[in-house]
């Protein structure tokens, strides 16, 4: 091979952050300033990253919102059948997480990369499964057979796409200021998702809603209902599926040709396939990361709670049936906006910092909407400061991952390539929140007396509420932020961390290319 030949070898892709030289052979320099731009992320490259989490959070929102409620009124099915589907739904989802995240980190690179693949390949049937929730079927015997079909089949495929998806963060860059700022984009554009999948949902599905009832007839409209108004309600909800399946695909497109994903290269010469059993062992059994997902669960688990029960008690418990959609609009918004004021916040005064200005944030006004009397302008203050913790909420978890991910690189530079294992156990977690505040939330309402359909609930359902909305929220975010103050990394930290990689980095290539260096000067 001639010289000339090696080093356009070198420039066009196999070494593209090193730099050749001259006649005595290859040497590792500084990156150049064109190089250095490459490296960094372009504005479109981050926006095109953040909107591939819309779908996780259009849908996640539509089924969180409106599935247990079209299971019971416009499918009809028995409200156990109904916990059956819902209950089995998220079990099966958050088993799927690990192990999807486990087959993800012993993919082989392609021309597309390592993540992509599983994104592209699990959009279409995801969709279709999407949409098939939201069918009733022609048969009375099989209903719950085709829900729980379809919904264990959507969150499986919804796990193909999320968990390599989430772990893409660890590959658009190996600067953590270019990490940092893609997740705020995406948290930014994830929360926007929540406020696109409640209108079209909300919306599309409100033309055809039926009015609540009197208590004393609420049996009989359970049961009978208007066969015309239930028709109206099943094309309401199709229409409504297929709207959000178009964004869906639309976001799936625009990800896949608009972000680029890098070869992380740092350890790939020591880096051997692992056991899954093995991987797990390396993950959990690092301190930084179970801190810091054991303080995001309790923390998860209070906004859930109170998100998941706040249209309930502005309904019920404040009364203001009229104004809940509007109230939840407000939240979302109010996250949205809140997201880029964050992510400003936590690298002027660090991520730990950001965490207990962020998540306290709106812990005196869930205490201030249950002391004080019903009052329309209060929920709406309270409304925008819930939002603007959501915002924090949505945003430090995934700013945070990637710098236990460097940690764990760093003390352990021979056992590469478990990305997409931190990231599926921390959705897992996150899913396992989930599902504990609906089942909580479900058996709690069902024991104080929650009656469907009508107007006006019982004290004790209203004391629930309350509860569920204020007392239990405020406990878990103290118990969270108390397991935080254990969290060890720091900004010092993440600075040294930072520089151990780009050493390991450099010194890789250097070996690599003194390696390759006979061949070229041959």
């Known amino acids: 091979m001639a010289r ?15 730099k050749t030289l001259s006649q005595d052979g290859i040497k590792i320099a500084k990156l150049s300033p064109q190089q250095e731009r490459k490296r960094a992320l372009t504005v479109w490259s981050k926006v095109c990253f ?11 929102t539509a089924l969180g919102f409106f599935l247990q409620i079209f299971l019971l009124d416009v499918a009809l099915l028995d409200p156990l059948n109904a916990s ?30 390592r993540m992509m693949p599983w994104i592209l390949v699990s959009t279409i049937p995801a969709v279709l499964c999407y949409f098939l929730i939201w069918v009733v079927p022609p048969i009375e015997q099989g209903k719950i057979m085709w829900y729980l079909l379809f919904y264990c089949l959507f969150q499986t495929l919804q796990t193909c796409f999320h968990v390599p998806y989430s772990a893409l963060t660890m590959f658009i860059s190996t600067e953590q200021s270019e990490r940092d700022s893609a997740t705020a984009y995406r948290m930014t554009i994830e929360v926007f998702g929540t406020v696109i999948g409640t209108a079209v949902q909300g919306q599309i599905v409100g033309m055809a809603v039926t009015p609540c009832t009197n208590l004393t007839n609420s049996s009989n409209h359970s049961v009978q209902g208007n066969t015309s108004q239930i028709f109206n309600e099943r094309r309401a909800y199709m229409i409504a599926s297929g709207v959000i399946s178009l964004i869906y695909v639309l976001c799936a497109v625009v990800l896949f040709f608009g972000v680029r994903e890098q070869n ?10 692992v056991s899954f059993r093995t991987g797990l062992r390396l993950v959990i059994g690092h301190g930084p990361y179970v801190k810091l997902v054991l303080a995001f669960l309790f923390t998860s688990l209070a906004f859930m709670l109170l998100e998941g029960n706040f249209a309930l008690f502005i309904k019920y418990t404040l009364g203001f049936r009229k104004d809940f959609q509007n109230i939840l609009l407000v939240i979302m918004l109010s996250a949205t906006i809140t997201i880029p004021m964050w992510q400003w916040f936590l690298c002027r005064f660090g991520k730990k910092t950001a965490v207990y200005i962020g998540i306290t944030w709106a812990v005196p006004f869930m205490i201030l909407v249950v002391c004080v009397e019903s009052n329309l302008i209060v929920s709406y203050i309270v409304s925008i400061a819930a939002g603007a913790s959501v915002a924090a909420a949505f945003l430090l978890p995934w700013s945070m991952l990637p710098d236990v991910v460097d940690d764990f690189k760093v003390q352990n530079p021979t056992s590469q390539g478990h990305e997409a294992i931190f990231y599926s156990f921390y959705v897992f977690f996150t899913k396992f ?17 929650y009656v469907t359909g009508v107007c006006v609930q019982s004290d004790s359902v209203n004391l629930t509420l309350k509860v569920l909305v204020s007392a239990a929220p405020v406990l878990l975010i103290a118990l969270g932020l108390l397991i935080f103050k254990t969290y060890p990394i720091d900004e010092e930290r993440r600075q040294y961390n930072n520089k151990q990689l780009q050493m390991l980095l450099r010194s890789e290539l250097e070996s690599e290319m003194e390696a390759l260096k006979p061949d070229i000067t041959a």
């Open 264 to 273: 992380n290269r740092v350890g790939l010469k020591a880096q051997k396939h």
């Open 433 to 449: 929140a989930s599902g504990v505040s609906l089942g909580v939330s479900t058996l709690s309402l069902s024991f104080a007396g």
């Open 84 to 113: 059956v589907i819902l209950f089995v739904g998220r079990a099966w989802d958050a088993v799927t997480d690990p192990t999807v995240g486990f087959l993800v980190s012993r993919t082989p690179w392609t021309r597309h990369g």
């Open 4 to 18: 000339g030949e090696g080093a356009e070898q070198f420039s066009s892709g196999l070494l593209p952050t090193a």
């Open 50 to 60: 953040a909107i591939g989490g819309a779908p996780y959070q259009i849908t996640g």
